[in-house]
Each structure stands twice: as C-alpha cells, then as structure tokens.
C-alpha cells in the first residue's frame, strides 16, 4: 500500500477556514474510496466524511456538515477537506484513509473498513 502523507494542520480561530490535503503516490488511487476521520483528546476516532471513487458521492458527519466538504482530485492523487467556519470543538488529529473500492460509488464510513491510513495532522481551533 502507497502511504498516504497529510499536509499541516495548524492553529486557525473560530469561524476561520482550513484545507486538509492527503496524498499518495501509485497508480491505483483512482481505485480508492476514501474519507476523513478526527480524534480529539480522550474521545475515539469520529467519522467526518467520505467519499466514493467517482468523486461524485459524498457522506458528510451531521457534526460538520454544511461546514466541511471532501473533494479528490485523481490527477494528483489527492484528496481534500476544505472546513469552513471552524469551532474549538473541531480541535482534532485529523486522518485521511483509503481503501480499494468494488465500484465507483460506494462511501465507507467505518474505520475498520480501511486498510491505510495517514499518519494524522493536528488542527486546533481558538476560541
């Protein structure tokens, strides 16, 4: 499996904005599902969203959703999480996954449904 290397997160005040990017290398990424997870201190690892191969079909957690958005880019074997309008509770290690995928519209939100994971990036939102 091709690792999956994450950008900086970094310290950005509420109602800020961030970009994630997670990227690997290969040839098979336009075969991967793919999605976010966070965990904050001394909670467990939280779905944040996904998406199919197609790029086409997302899930996006109720936490985030109207604020977050999972793109891909297969050209450049990224994915991205744009987040909008951050809070303190958004303060997480964030950490993209993947996983081959049987067809091109399938979402996974299931940690132990992926095999590969990133090695995490930290995002602290100021109050």
């Known amino acids: 499996q091709e690792p999956l290397v994450e950008s900086r997160g970094g310290l950005v005040q509420a109602g800020g904005s961030l970009r994630l990017s997670c990227a690997t290398s290969?040839?098979?990424?336009?075969?991967?599902?793919l999605v976010w997870f966070r965990q904050a201190p001394g909670k467990e690892r939280q779905f944040v969203a996904a998406i199919a191969r197609s790029g086409t079909i997302t899930a996006t957690a109720d936490s985030v959703k109207g604020r977050f958005t999972i793109s891909r880019d297969n050209a450049k074997n990224t994915v991205y999480l744009q987040m909008n309008s951050l809070k303190p509770e958004d303060t997480a290690v964030y950490f993209c996954?993947?996983?081959?995928?049987?067809?091109?519209?399938?979402?996974?939100?299931?940690?132990?449904?992926?095999?590969?994971w990133g090695q995490g990036t930290q995002v602290t939102v100021s109050s």
């Open positions: 290969g040839r098979t990424f336009g075969n991967y599902a």
């Open positions: 996954a993947a996983r081959n995928s049987p067809n091109s519209r399938t979402v996974f939100d299931v940690s132990s449904h992926y095999p590969n």
